[in-house]
């Protein structure tokens, strides 16, 4: 089925552990990104990636690095996990360059950081 | 700075029609989405606005008005299952999405 998984659905971790988020999508996009969605507050990019090899700071991107090897793969890591980083995050991608560039998401990951 | 405002929440009644509105401040311009969000699930597209106007799809129509800065989404005979959150986002002149904190839609019966 064509889409974007995200592994794992939910986490509970304590505070200063690592963590790694992934997502995979097989539409072939071109661009990926990386949102945490918390109460109250929109959907917010902590780093996007363009192209494979590429990436890029989005608005809240402390504590977080990402990598883009490959087209299909783009994991996020909290090196040191907070207790503000508990939240909800969804990766996304899109076909830049197509008639939109709209955006598709994945299930989202549920983190709890303790 | 950019802005996007959209109400907090909004009720409604099954079978009736709801206007959903936002207001956008932004870098640029290159295009306004809708989005639909169910408690506990990913958004989904709903509809896209880069020229002024109506588009209509189905029971869902958005407006833009570039000058106004300001677009809105219709949403007529309310079905139960559109009780969900409404997110509006715009494309900004760096071509990275804006967006809103969203519009929790109740429907009543």
């Known amino acids: 089925i064509a889409g974007i998984t995200q592994a794992p659905t939910s986490q509970i971790l304590a505070a200063g552990r690592r963590m790694t988020l992934r997502c995979t999508q097989d539409?072939?996009?071109?661009?990926m990104y990386w949102y945490r969605q918390d109460l109250g507050l929109g959907l917010r990019l902590i780093h996007y990636?363009?192209?494979?090899?590429?990436?890029g700071k989005g608005e809240v991107p402390d504590g977080y690095s990402v990598s883009r090897a490959n087209t299909d793969d783009f994991p996020l890591t909290l090196a040191s996990a907070v207790p503000s980083q508990t939240s909800v995050y969804f990766c996304?991608?899109?076909?830049?360059?197509?008639?939109?560039?709209?955006?598709?998401f994945g299930p989202g990951t549920r983190l709890t950081v303790l | 700075g950019q802005n996007i405002d959209q109400p907090t929440e909004m009720t409604a009644t099954e079978g009736a029609i709801v206007q959903i509105n936002c207001t956008y401040q932004?870098?640029?311009?290159?295009?306004l989405f809708w989005y639909q969000q169910h408690a506990g699930e990913a958004p989904t597209f709903l509809s896209y606005n880069v020229l002024d106007g109506l588009e209509e799809k189905g029971r869902f129509s958005s407006f833009l008005s570039r000058s106004k800065g300001y677009s809105y989404l219709l949403l007529k005979e309310l079905q139960m299952k559109d009780s969900a959150s409404y997110l509006c986002?715009?494309?900004?002149?760096?071509?990275?999405?804006?967006w809103g904190a969203g519009t929790k839609l109740i429907i009543k019966p």
């Open positions: 990636s363009n192209t494979a090899g590429t990436t």
């Open positions: 539409m072939r996009h071109n661009a």
């Open positions: 932004t870098s640029g311009f290159n295009g």
């Open positions: 996304a991608s899109s076909d830049v360059g197509g008639d939109t560039d709209t955006q598709y």
């Open positions: 986002a715009v494309t900004d002149s760096n071509y990275q999405l804006i």
